[in-house]
Every structure is written in structure tokens, then in C-alpha cells.
């Protein structure tokens, strides 16, 4: 017990520590070096004095904040719109047009860059087709760009939002004849506010922060993402890059608090909801049909001639189908080699993280001890929500390249990169797995603890499988994710480890177009594949759920009728041999639960549970039952104190009889589990009743409440349908004696 507290208390500093190193210590690094001057020397503020001093410096935090709040509510707007009309009206193919919402999920951010200049620049498709003269490079570029790069999140979000509200209040207003537009601004509104917030303040911070889009169709309009980039990359000013990093932070870090405020005041879901009903409108319909079909074709051409692009030999002068595109070298390194990197990357990114996330989340959530640790640790573990992946990247430079630092190693090679993904994208992860653990009942670690079974057991046997779910859907966003970020590793790549979504630069700033959009193609087609198996694979893991939950179901079904049934003979059979012997029994655990809760047997223990004191039990007893049909399948006893406990089965239903010894004012019988381990139990002594069961005499405990309070705890009378049968009999076993 004592070590096994021990290797919990270890693990969970290990992996606060794993998260201090990855996270604290690296953005430390960065403010110290945003202090410093280009030799290292201390020189305060100057670096910040010199950025605002530039006016086209300066001007870049204005533009960040003007882009950020400018995308985030025109994607709200559109986002709401579209996703009230997937949930309000009577639109066809819902399931199509919110596979298309989510698209641009699957593509890098600079895949939306290049849309709009295959589709509106100086050789656009749409420019030269109605000879247009449309600037799309600037402010309403990178707008455009932006709003479909954050608009699958924003809709995910309130399409859950609109899911989750209660009919009921809307048929109420109906009843008090309140019209379709004040219900809309007094119950619709006002149930998905904290929704609109936060999806406020996840739009800015995914705007603010984003890099690809601005450096696509930014043009000669400066923002703070792009600005790092050129400090570091272009000018080598490691100094001043930090500057503007932390910038780049401050924001990020206000909309992250404001957003957890905001979350702990949002309301739950009521488990008596009802699902919204959607009612005869063809006016709605109409609109919404118009709105989220055009729009769908919107984000679909976006990807369309993207593709398309990619597939010509020179645009838009030879439009002759060729894989020209997909053909190339870069430095000499094949593109496919490259490719193959960013694959690698992705999947051992996924497996690590999604294995630290879970480990994290369990030590966090399932633990009751070392509070303190676990308040830091899940401090830790949601603040990458709030460091935008260009600072991550730039602050494991200063870290891990440092020549005193033992984890120099990792600088320069595939470790570095996988360990910024896990640390950029480690917060949802992290919060899904905590909320899949929170549904899971608090006792299976009590459960197991009380009956023996190792901790780490318990995990792998339960937890795990309870929480696939959301471990699998961690590995997806890990893996998606890894694929399509820029941000996070455009500083940690050299010759050895470049990767697809970062050669997209290199291929722009070429002028390689054609180049560029081939690789958003390669990553697109990658993502969708790999999503596409990721669902049907999970289906049909949740199928094999299902089937073999119905199967146990209708197992159960079964021998619960074979127990009606024959559960009469049973009783005549042991009334009939105690009459005879004059050997006294009564029914025990489930049997006695069953009796008392429901005067039935209980769904989870489909057997016989019948107690005996040993110092009554005689011979003839075990041979006359067995006479009449009663096949022993297992039996009992320890060393130097002979029989405990024998199994019977009688025609299908299994009979286990509890030998008890007196122990003071105390009854003691044994039990051994399905691992094998044997354990005693202590329960209070007591004279017997006579009760009909199944309509036939049979004997209880008379302080049958107080036995069943000490084994099964307070709440015994309240059926639980999480109770699993390998944790039979007991759930709340009041006082375990030993381990044998």
C-alpha cells in the first residue's frame, strides 16, 4: 500500500517535472533573453523601446489586433449562421455539409493563402474569368485566409452548443405565446452565451497567433507572427524575436484566463434535456438552404483549386494535367523522403502524447492525494493553451541549444520537434481525457485497492477500456495536428529533419506556387485518409462494444430466466437437506441484496450466495445436496484451517456456499477472485429470520440492513448499473483482514 503511494507521488512529480522542463523552463529562457542585447549583456527594456520606436515595427501589433478581432467576428457570424442551420431548419444532406465545415481542419493554414491566389490573385481563376483587379495580399487577405482557417473550430463548437439546449423551455414560451423572434434573443442567446465567448476568445487567439496565412498573402502588411520570423530568420536578432514573442504571448495569455473564467461559469447539460424539435418553416429553410450550400461551395473551391493547381504543368498558361508538381527535390532530399519525415513525426507524436496526456490526466484526476502537485500539474498541462507554437519553437532554441543544457542532444534532431508538438498541442488532449475520466465512477480504484488488485491493473483492465474513446480521438488531433503545424516547428528543423508543412515556405518564397500547393494536397490527402480509417475503425470498435455488451446482456437474460425457473428447486433442495441434517443456512451477499432491494435477484449477480457456520456444517449436508444434483465446480481451503467456501452448479445456475467462523461478536468467511487472490472479511454476527423467497421458506441474517450497510456501503439500496459482475460481491467492503 505504502509503496504503492510511493510510485504514484514519484510518477505524478515525474511527469510535473517532464512539464516544467518542456514548458517553464524554455519560455523562462525566452524572457531572460528578451532582456538581453545581441552579446547576451543585460539592457532592460531597450529591446522593447526599440520595436514601438520603428513605426513599421510598431504598427504590427496594431495590425495583429485589428486582423484578430476583425476574423473573429465574421467567423462567428458565419459560424452561427451555418451551424443554426444544420440545428434550426430542415436542410438535406446535414451529414455532407458538416464534413465540408470541417475541412479545412485536415489542410495547413497557408493551404487557404494560396486558394485565394489561384482563386482572386493578378492569374486567378475568378479575376481573369470577370476581369477583376482585386488585391487580395494585406489586410482583407489574411482576413479572408484566416476566417476559413478558424471556422471549423467556432463551428464545432456551437453546433454542440445549439445540441445541447433544452426544448422544454421553448415549449413553454409557446404555451405563453411568446413570437419566434423574442424566444430567440431571450432563450437561444442566453443558453449559448458562454459558448459565444469563448469561442470569441479561442477565434482571437487562433487568429492572433497564426503564421501561415500572413505569410502567404500578408504582403507588405505587417503582423507580430510574421514580424518573429523575419527577426530570427531573416535578421538573426534572437534578441529582438524573443521581444516580439512575448508580445505575441500577452494577449494570448489574457484570452486564455478570460476563457477558463468563463468556462467555470457555463452550465452543464441537463440529463432531462430534450432534443430540440424543428418545426415547419419554408421562409428558414429557404435561407438556410441558400446560406450553407453557398458557403459550403465557398470552402469547397478553396480546396478544389488548390488540387487543381497542383495537377497543372504551369498556371495558368499550360493547363495540361501533369504530376510536374509532385516531382521535385529540395536540396537534393526527395519531397516524398520529406514526406515520409513529417509521417514519422506525427505518429510518434501521437503515441507519446497521447500517452503522457492520459498518464497526466489520470495521476490528476483519478488521484485524491498530493493536492498541491495535482493543482500545479493541471496548471500546467492547459497552459499551452495559452503559448502560440512560434513562441514554443523559438524558446526550445534558446533551451536546448544551450551547450550547459543535458538535454542538448535533442537540439537539431527528430526529438525536438516531436517533443514541441506534444507540448503545443498537449492542453485538448489533456482536457478530453480528464472530462471522459470525470463521467467514470470514483470507486473502481477503491474497489480494486480493497480487493488486492495492483493499481496499474486496475488501469489497463478498466480505465483504459472505459476511456477509449477519447485516448483514440487524442491520437487523431495529436496526429492531424503534427501533420499540418508550421508554427511550432519552422525554427527546429535543419537539413536532417525537414518537414512537408514547413517546405510549403520554402516553396512559396520560391515562387513556387504550383510546388506549394502540391505539398497542401500530399498533407490534405494524408489527414482525410487517415481520419476516414480512424472512423471506421472506431465504429467498429464501438460495434464489437456493443455486440459483446449485447451478447452479456442476453447471456444474463438467459440465466436470469433459467434462475427463475429452477431457483425454486434450489431452495426446496437446501430446505429439504437442512430439515434432514439440521445444518441452518441463509442467503448472503447479492442473494440477501437482491431479497432485501428488490425481493429478486439483482442484474450483476445471477447466482446463489448462501452462508453457513462451519462449526454446523457436517458431511452429510455436502453428500445429500450432491446427491441431488448439486456438481461441485471449485472449493476452497487454507492450510491448517481446512474448508472456506465451495461452488456448486445446478442445472446452469452456480451455487457458492460461505463458510463462516465466529470470531468474537464477528462472522469471518473468505472469497477468492477471479486473479486468484484470496481474501477474509469481518462481518457483524446475528440470529436468523424466515422470509419467503420465490415463494419458498429460506432464512436471513435479522440484522440483514446492518450486514449489507457493512458490505456494501450506504447507498446498497440504490441499484448501480456501472457494478460490474468480476467485482461481485462486494463494492463497499467495509474491513478487509487479509491477503493470503
Known amino acids: 500500500m505504502k509503496k504503492d503511494k510511493l510510485i504514484k507521488i514519484m510518477l505524478s512529480l515525474v511527469l510535473v517535472l517532464f512539464l516544467v522542463i518542456s514548458i517553464i523552463f524554455p519560455i523562462f529562457n525566452l524572457f531572460i533573453k528578451a532582456f538581453q542585447g545581441k552579446n547576451g549583456n543585460y539592457i532592460g527594456l531597450k529591446n522593447f523601446a526599440e520595436y514601438f520606436s520603428n513605426p513599421v515595427t510598431a504598427s504590427s501589433l496594431t495590425n495583429s489586433l485589428k486582423v484578430s478581432i476583425t476574423v473573429t467576428i465574421l467567423t462567428i457570424i458565419l459560424a452561427f449562421l451555418f451551424s443554426y442551420g444544420i440545428n434550426r431548419s430542415n436542410l438535406r444532406g446535414k451529414s455532407l455539409l458538416k464534413g465540408i465545415a470541417l475541412l479545412p481542419l485536415f489542410s495547413p493554414t497557408m493551404t487557404h493563402g494560396i486558394a485565394l491566389i489561384y482563386l482572386f490573385g493578378r492569374q486567378g481563376i475568378i479575376t481573369k474569368a470577370f476581369d477583376l483587379s482585386i488585391s487580395i495580399y494585406g489586410f482583407w487577405g489574411i482576413v479572408f485566409a484566416e476566417t476559413i482557417f478558424i471556422f471549423p473550430v467556432l463551428f464545432f463548437m456551437l453546433v454542440l ?50 503564421f501561415g496565412a500572413p505569410k502567404v498573402v500578408g504582403g507588405n502588411y505587417n503582423v507580430l507572427a510574421t514580424d518573429i520570423f523575419k527577426q530570427v530568420i531573416g535578421q538573426q536578432n534572437f534578441s529582438m524575436g524573443s521581444a516580439v514573442g512575448i508580445l505575441l504571448i500577452i494577449p494570448a495569455f489574457i484570452a486564455f484566463v478570460f476563457d ?213 480521438e487524442s491520437f487523431s488531433y495529436y496526429f492531424i495536428n503534427s501533420m499540418i503545424t508550421i508554427s511550432a516547428v519552422i525554427f527546429l528543423y535543419t537539413t536532417k529533419t525537414r518537414l512537408i508543412s514547413v517546405m510549403m515556405i520554402s516553396k512559396n518564397d520560391a515562387g513556387d506556387i504550383g510546388a506549394a500547393a502540391a505539398i497542401s494536397v500530399m498533407i490534405i490527402l494524408v489527414n482525410i485518409f487517415f481520419k476516414v480509417v480512424f472512423d471506421l475503425s472506431m465504429k467498429y470498435i464501438r460495434n464489437r462494444i456493443y455486440n459483446k455488451k449485447r451478447k452479456d446482456s442476453i447471456k444474463k437474460e438467459k440465466q ?114 477471479k486473479n486468484g487472490i484470496i481474501s477474509a472479511y469481518k462481518l457483524s454476527n446475528s440470529t436468523l429470520k424466515e422470509i419467503k423467497f420465490m415463494g419458498i421458506d429460506t432464512y436471513i441474517p435479522r440484522n440483514s440492513l446492518k450486514r449489507l450497510l457493512e458490505i456494501y456501503g450506504k447507498n446498497f439500496n440504490i441499484s448501480d448499473p456501472n457494478w460490474k459482475e468480476e467485482m461481485s460481491p462486494s463494492r463497499y467492503i467495509s474491513e478487509k483482514i487479509k491477503d493470503i
Open 260 to 472: 477558463i473564467v468563463i468556462k467555470s461559469k457555463s452550465s452543464k447539460i441537463d440529463s432531462k434535456s430534450t432534443k430540440y424539435i424543428i418545426k415547419e418553416n419554408k421562409a428558414r429553410d429557404i435561407f438556410f438552404k441558400l446560406f450553407n450550400y453557398i458557403l459550403s461551395l465557398i470552402i469547397v473551391s478553396f480546396f478544389g483549386i488548390v488540387i487543381l493547381a497542383s495537377l497543372v504543368k504551369t498556371w495558368p498558361y499550360d493547363m495540361t494535367l501533369s504530376f510536374k508538381s509532385y516531382n521535385f527535390t529540395i536540396m537534393g532530399e526527395s519531397i516524398w523522403r520529406i514526406f515520409g519525415n513529417s509521417i514519422l513525426v506525427s505518429v510518434f507524436s501521437a503515441i507519446l502524447g497521447t500517452f503522457l496526456c492520459f498518464l497526466t490526466a489520470y495521476m490528476i484526476e483519478r488521484e485524491k492525494d498530493y493536492i498541491v502537485v495535482r493543482k500545479i500539474g493541471y496548471f500546467l498541462s492547459i497552459l499551452p493553451n495559452a503559448l502560440p507554437g512560434l513562441t514554443i519553437g523559438l524558446a526550445y532554441i534558446f533551451f536546448f541549444n544551450s551547450k550547459d543544457n543535458i538535454l542538448n542532444f535533442l537540439y537539431g534532431s527528430f526529438g525536438i520537434i516531436i517533443l514541441a508538438n506534444i507540448v503545443h498541442f498537449f492542453a485538448t488532449p489533456f482536457l478530453a481525457i480528464t472530462a471522459r475520466l470525470k463521467t467514470l465512477d470514483s470507486e473502481y480504484e477503491t474497489i480494486s485497492n480493497i480487493m488486492g488488485v495492483p493499481w496499474y491493473r486496475t488501469i489497463f483492465k478498466v480505465i483504459i477500456p472505459l476511456s477509449i474513446d477519447s485516448i483514440l
Open 161 to 210: 452548443a445549439f445540441d445541447s439546449e433544452d426544448y422544454r423551455k421553448y415549449e413553454m414560451a409557446e404555451i405563453m405565446g411568446i413570437c419566434r423572434l423574442k424566444q430567440f434573443f431571450t432563450i437561444t442567446i442566453p443558453n449559448i452565451k458562454y459558448t459565444l465567448i469563448t469561442c470569441f476568445f479561442s477565434g482571437f487567439t487562433l487568429s492572433f497567433t497564426d
Open 560 to 673: 436470469g430466466e433459467n434462475l427463475l425457473l429452477t431457483g425454486k428447486e434450489v431452495l426446496e433442495i437446501l430446505n429439504k437437506t437442512s430439515q434432514k441434517t439440521g445444518v441452518k443456512y441463509w442467503l448472503e451477499f447479492g442473494t440477501l441484496l437482491g431479497k432485501i432491494r428488490e425481493n429478486n435477484f439483482i442484474g450483476h449477480d445471477i447466482n446463489f450466495d448462501i452462508g453457513i457456520m462451519k462449526e454446523e456444517l457436517i458431511p452429510k449436508f455436502i453428500i445429500d445436496i450432491e446427491s441431488e444434483g448439486f456438481k461441485r465446480i471449485s472449493s476452497l481451503s487454507l492450510k491448517n484451517e481446512g474448508l472456506k467456501n465451495i461452488k456448486y452448479e445446478y442445472k446452469g445456475i452456480e451455487i457458492e456456499i460461505f463458510l463462516f467462523d465466529r470470531e468474537d461478536d464477528k462472522v469471518v468467511c473468505y472469497l477468492e477472485d
